[in-house]
């Protein structure tokens, strides 16, 4: 989390000025790509903003700029992780 503040930080940027996270969900290594979206999750929670998954495919020549033009509704919304309640 750390490295997102300093991210964000150096960028003259924060938490406040971001409206919509894009989280990449593969392909890719499990527990990176896990630990990614659950800081993401966790952020977009506390947040309250809109979170979406999407998919290395999704990028051409790996423009992460194409992600914010592209139609939403074709990525997956908030619910990356279900919650697991135990009783």
Do not use: C, W
Not at 33 to 39: E, K, L, Q, T, V
Not at 78 to 87: A, G
Request: aromatic letters at 8%; a positive charge.
């Amino acid at each position: 989390m750390i490295l997102i503040l300093n991210f964000l930080k150096e960028h003259d940027s924060g938490l406040d000025k971001i409206s919509e996270i894009f989280v990449n969900q593969g392909p890719g290594k499990i527990s990176s790509i896990r630990n990614s979206i659950a800081i993401a999750k966790g952020i977009a929670f506390a947040k309250n903003i809109d979170l979406y998954g999407f998919l290395s495919e999704h990028l051409t020549d790996k423009d992460v700029n194409q992600l914010v033009k592209t139609d939403k509704k074709n990525f997956t919304n908030i619910n990356l992780i279900k919650p697991l309640y135990s009783s």
